[in-house]
């Protein structure tokens, strides 16, 4: 059905389909908990790497409930999550989630979040070791779910099946050139990063129409693969930010590219290109030539 590569082998018995309808369930019942049983007052729990690297107790809540889900539904499979879940499985499958990405717009109800989830093969510690075989962004605020499976192309439906509204096959832009582009890409979290993030953006801020920071790197990708923004470009992603976005990127008929040559080519820390197959070698050449692929 798609120009993606096949998936790997997966357990006897599984099918990509039955795995991308869990991704969609799983993130559905996340972004309704965040959104519904969203407290008054959102504080902050903790902070990571940074003290804007912030730790809402729904980020923690969303991911306990996420954890359980996948648990009841396939007991042998590996867990990944950002908020520190890290369970070893024995299936080859792991399930990569971030239960709020884009939590500082969460923490000041900016409508720019979502939960992603993805079951990926191979080893989603390590940088380019592992593929993702279905994912599934949910928006609650739009309350929808954006999802892939591989060969199977990338949807956006109503978080409610009930509703009516069917479901509608998305396609990355058709733009190739850099100066038309609109160009979304985010930040980090640590001042120093930050720094050569915006020495990068003073260059390439010239060279396209504009860019957006949307504030949650899921949302960005998925808005690749509808062709809302025309390329997204991030360093310092971590594999729960991109590993569902990845895939509906590709399946949308996108690129999605990292750094460099080998295990470096996958997206991830150095760097995260996504675009239509014209425009993203070129936005990763903009990227690394001005020399924001270090990590
Ligand atoms: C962050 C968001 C943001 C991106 C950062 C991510 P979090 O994830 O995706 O857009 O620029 O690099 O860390 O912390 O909100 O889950």
Not at 29 to 42: H, K, Q, S
Not at 112 to 117: E, F, H, L, P, Q
Request: aromatic share 4%; proline share 6%; glycine share 12%.
């Amino acid at each position: 059905m798609t120009g993606t590569p096949p998936a790997p082998d997966l357990p006897e018995g599984l099918t990509v389909e039955a795995l991308q309808q869990l991704c969609v369930r799983f993130a559905t019942e996340a972004a309704r908990f965040i959104r519904d049983e969203r407290p008054e007052r959102v504080g902050v729990a903790a902070t990571k790497s940074s003290e804007t690297d912030v730790v809402t107790v729904m980020d923690r809540r969303s991911e306990e409930l996420l954890h359980r889900l996948i648990q009841q539904a396939r007991p042998d499979d590996g867990i990944l999550g950002e908020e520190g879940a890290d369970v070893a499985g024995t299936s080859g499958l792991t399930w990569v989630i971030d239960p709020i990405d884009g939590t500082v717009n969460y923490l000041y109800e900016v409508p720019a979040y979502a939960v992603s989830v993805a079951v990926v093969v191979g080893d989603a510690h390590s940088q380019g070791g592992w593929v993702p075989v279905a994912g599934a962004v949910a928006d609650p605020s739009l309350r929808l779910v954006h999802h892939a499976g591989r060969g199977r192309g990338a949807w956006t439906g109503p978080e409610d099946p009930a509703s009516g509204d069917e479901p509608l096959r998305l396609s990355v832009s058709g733009e190739d050139r850099l100066g038309r582009t609109l160009l979304a890409t985010g930040f980090g979290y640590d001042p120093q990063v930050r720094a050569r993030q915006a020495e990068v953006l003073l260059r390439v801020l010239p060279l396209v129409r504009d860019i957006r920071r949307i504030g949650s790197a899921a949302l960005d990708l998925v808005r690749v693969a509808e062709g809302s923004v025309d390329a997204y470009a991030e360093t310092g992603l971590n594999a729960w930010d991109l590993a569902a976005g990845w895939l509906i990127v590709l399946e949308a008929g996108g690129v999605v590219l990292g750094a460099g040559e080998g295990e470096a080519s996958a997206p991830g820390k150095a760097l995260t290109v996504a675009a239509g197959p014209a425009l993203a070698p070129e936005v990763r050449r903009l990227f690394v030539t001005t020399g924001d692929a270090a990590g």
